[in-house]
Each structure stands twice: as C-alpha cells, then as structure tokens.
C-alpha cells in the first residue's frame, strides 16, 4: 500500500467507535476509503476528512455496529486502480477514466453513487496557454511543449488527447510532451514557462489562475466522478454507504470536496468517456494503449 496514509486522519476518524447510543460488544467493521492524489496531501485529506467522517457515523446507526474508516491517498492513478481491482482497499473516489479501466480489470465492481456539480452530471476540463502566447487554438499547438497530468487521467489525459487527435495534433507533432501527475502541478508548470500548455479540470484552474495569467484555447465536457465498492463488500455495507453518500445535504462538508450533491450512477452515464478514450487511441497509434476497443 501507499506510505501516504495518514495517521492524523485514521486517528480522527476512528474515532467514531464511540458515537453509538449504547455500546456494543463487537468487532468494528474496518473499511479503508482510497483516492489518488490529484492535489497535494494535505489538500485531499481536507477536501475528504469530513465526509468519511459523515460516511462512518450513519454506517454506524444503519449497521448497528462500530465502523472504522481509513483513508489512504495513492501517489498515482495505478496504485489506485490496481488497490481496488485487487480488494486493498473498499470503496474508492476515482475519475471516469480510471474506474472505465478498473472494471476492464475486474467486471466486478460496482457504482455506490456519482458527484454532482451543480446539479448536473457533466463539467468542464481544459486546454490552456499563458495569457500572452501566440497560440490561439489546438492546430497551434504542434512543435510546442504540452503538460498532461497523470497516464490515466480523464481530463489531463485521454480527453485532452481526444481534442487533439479532432484537431488532427498527434503526439509525434508535438515538440515535447511529459506526463506531470497532479492537475495543480500542470497549472504551475504552465504558469512558470515549463510548458507552453497543458490540460487540467476548470477547479484546479481557477485555483491557480487568479491573477488571469492564463487562458483557455479548449474546452470539454467531462462526466463527473464515480464513487465504487470493490468486489465482494458485504452488500449491507455497501448500500449503508450508498445511502449516506445520497442523502448528504451538508453544504459546508460538500463544498469542502467540491461537490453539490451526490446522485444515483449508471454505467452507462460513463459511455461518453470510453468514447473519448477510443479516439485517444490515435494520439499515439505506436502505442499500446490499456483499453478495450470494444
């Protein structure tokens, strides 16, 4: 597992043992909730701390039962998928592009819910420049140097890739091209003239945009992020978790991890990235690329 599970964390949240009315003299039911770092640490325990916290405190009245909850941050997008394909960890919060490829790896698992954003289903992703570059659109972008975030990242990959390959860029006209991790550290290689362009989710750029010193020359529809049990969760656990995560209105604790509200999730509200993920192929036809093409 990731040296990045943090011990602050773990001991805030196990805390929860003792939030039942009368106590009961059982085993906790001990779950480990995993995400990737597509930002600092620190911010990510922040963005999730509250809701894990809610997650293990209604766990524990629907369960009647003490429930532990642990969180453990991956340093890359694989460390997650492989962790959930393999049972390391319950129940994950990951990007559309990672669970399309977890469940190539294990059919297995199954949706607990999705983000909303707004009340809508769909944001935004972006390609991006300094504000005073030459570059005006995608076709500009050949013999420059571009910033994706993370291999398996939706946005900062393969749906950056996918506008691309519409534009007719491919990855042998690319000056140079390197693949960063995070979404906050494409932004500041752009801003800091490493780069002269990246791709990144809108939040993380307007983040770091405050100042304007960037603009956008693409945008994208992206399909907000799935919340998934690994194979084999007791399923009265999973639904404890589902139903929480749908009935969570606390703004303060949304709004923390950037989200408006949790809704129901279908497999196929994640068709549109498999397909945007089929015309990345051709980003880099030398390349094999880890996806079905069915």
Do not use: C
Not at 39 to 49: C, E, L, N, Q, S
Not at 168 to 194: A, I, P, Q
Not at 252 to 268: Q, W, Y
């Amino acid at each position: 597992m990731s040296n990045y599970t943090g011990l602050i964390a773990s001991i805030v949240l196990t805390m929860g043992t003792s939030l039942l009315a009368e106590p009961i003299d059982v085993e906790p039911v001990e779950l480990t909730f995993g995400v990737y770092a597509s930002d600092k640490a620190t911010v990510m325990y922040k963005m999730f701390i509250p809701i894990v916290r809610q997650l293990q405190e209604r766990a524990e009245a629907r369960l009647n039962q003490p429930v532990d909850i642990f969180i453990e941050i991956f340093r890359s997008y694989d460390e997650g998928i492989d962790a959930l394909v393999t049972g390391q960890v319950d129940f994950v919060r990951f990007g559309p592009a990672s669970y399309i490829l977890a469940q190539e790896k294990n059919p297995k698992i199954s949706l607990l819910a999705m983000e909303s954003k707004n009340g809508e289903k769909i944001f935004q992703g972006m390609i991006f420049v300094p504000k005073d570059s030459p570059i005006k659109n995608l076709k500009d972008l050949k013999g420059k140097r571009f910033a994706f975030g993370d291999h398996n990242s939706t946005i900062g990959r393969y749906l950056a890739q996918a506008e691309m390959v519409k534009a007719g860029v491919y990855e042998d006209d690319l000056g140079v091209h390197d693949y960063l991790g995070r979404h906050d550290k494409v932004v500041m290689s752009v801003l800091l003239g490493d780069y002269d362009a990246g791709s990144a989710k809108d939040s993380t750029f307007n983040k770091y945009n405050e100042k304007n010193e960037l603009r956008v020359i693409q945008r994208f529809d992206n399909v907000t992020k799935p919340w998934i049990a690994r194979e084999g969760l007791d399923p009265a656990i999973s639904q404890a978790i589902k139903e929480t995560l749908l009935s969570l209105t606390d703004e303060e604790i949304l709004n923390e991890a950037e989200i408006s509200r949790f809704v129901e999730a279908d497999d196929l509200d994640y068709q549109i990235i498999r397909d945007g993920m089929k015309i990345a192929q051709a980003f880099s036809p030398s390349k094999e690329v880890a996806m079905d093409p069915q």
